[in-house]
């Protein structure tokens, strides 16, 4: 891989529900061709959910938060879109207006919060954030709850907001993959 060129983060769009099918199928070229290491990620946007079955016994069930997509962190090049795009399931790529033009990019600042909510957190998304920024709960009990940062541990992931509940001012321990950026 060269080293001046950054890997990025592009959308392919699948047939829904063949995902993981055009996860392995991408694996399989890459390893058959010696492009292997111009990927580093390729996810497939799935959570792990407690549901209650016909005999209300409660299990794990997977679901796709974005169906119809993969997410792929890879160096483009002629030679990957080719590979991708000519993957069988896959339909295309997002960004590419077609004609033989490759993607544009997703924004990380876009994708971060996908990530996150994923569990795919990385010490570089610490580096956006800092004590005084404002901040939204995006999962769990707190969900919707908008504050400001007094605390941040990068070491632990957690993160104290200052937010107001019942008209007080109130502290609340969140974990940093819980919360997202707000832009005012």
């Known amino acids: 891989m060269s080293e001046n060129i950054e890997m990025k983060w592009y959308v392919a769009s699948t047939q829904s529900g063949q995902e993981n099918t055009v996860v392995h199928n991408i694996r399989r070229r890459l390893e058959s061709s010696d492009k292997a290491d111009t990927v ?4 497939v946007a799935e959570i792990e959910e407690e549901v209650l079955n016909k005999d209300n016994k409660v299990v794990i069930k997977k679901r796709n938060l974005y169906p119809g997509y993969i997410f792929l962190e890879m160096e483009m090049s002629d030679e990957m879109w080719f590979l ?3 993957t069988p399931g896959v339909t295309g790529f997002i960004g590419s207006s077609g004609r033989g033009a490759k ?3 997703v924004e990380y600042e876009e994708l971060e919060p996908i990530l996150k909510r994923l569990g795919h957190v990385d010490k570089t998304m610490y580096d956006r954030y ?3 920024d404002y901040v939204r709960v995006i999962d769990g009990p707190l969900v919707g709850t908008e504050g400001r940062i007094i605390e941040l ?4 992931g957690n993160v104290k907001i200052e937010a107001v509940f019942f008209g007080r001012v109130t502290t609340a321990d969140i974990n940093f993959a819980l919360i997202e950026k707000v832009d005012f």
Do not use: H, Y
């Not at 580093?40 to 996810?43: E, P, Q, T, W, Y």
């Open 153 to 156: 541990d990068r070491e632990t």
């Open 84 to 86: 991708i795009r000519n």
């Open 103 to 105: 993607p544009f990019p």
């Open 40 to 43: 580093a990620r390729i996810i």
């Open 130 to 132: 800092a004590v005084d």
